[in-house]
């Protein structure tokens, strides 16, 4: 039986406008993403990365006003290194690290809500 999780992370900026949070280890195949916007400008960056594998899930240079939905994937690999498509990214016990950045202009208190959902 499958078993499906969310992990959610309340961003909140601090006084350079920027936040950074590392949720609590998961397992499994990550299969979707969610921001729903607060005040955050809408040219500030958003880096989704695996810590203790040191990869990147997930790169947005300007998230927009708008929510959204997306679907990280990674390039998937035959035995000689050609790439044949892609598949989602697999975790094992494996923390989260959310890291926002706004523009210099843009100060701190600043609000939005990401999730991850995770399913194995």
């Known amino acids: 039986m499958l078993e499906y999780s969310r992990h959610r992370f309340d961003i909140v900026t601090d006084t350079g406008g ?16 969610r921001y729903v916007p607060g005040t955050l400008s809408a040219t500030t960056s958003l880096t989704l990365a695996a810590v203790d594998a040191g990869f990147t899930l997930l790169t947005i240079a300007a998230l927009g006003a708008a929510a959204f939905n997306k679907i990280p994937k990674q390039v998937g690999l035959d035995t000689g290194g050609s790439a044949i498509g892609t598949d989602y990214f697999v975790l094992s016990n494996e923390r989260l690290r959310l890291t926002v950045n706004q523009s210099a202009t843009d100060t701190g208190g600043k609000t939005g809500t990401f999730y991850v959902w995770s399913v194995r």
């Open 18 to 33: 920027d936040f950074v949070d590392t949720g609590p280890p998961i397992s499994g195949h990550v299969v979707q993403t």
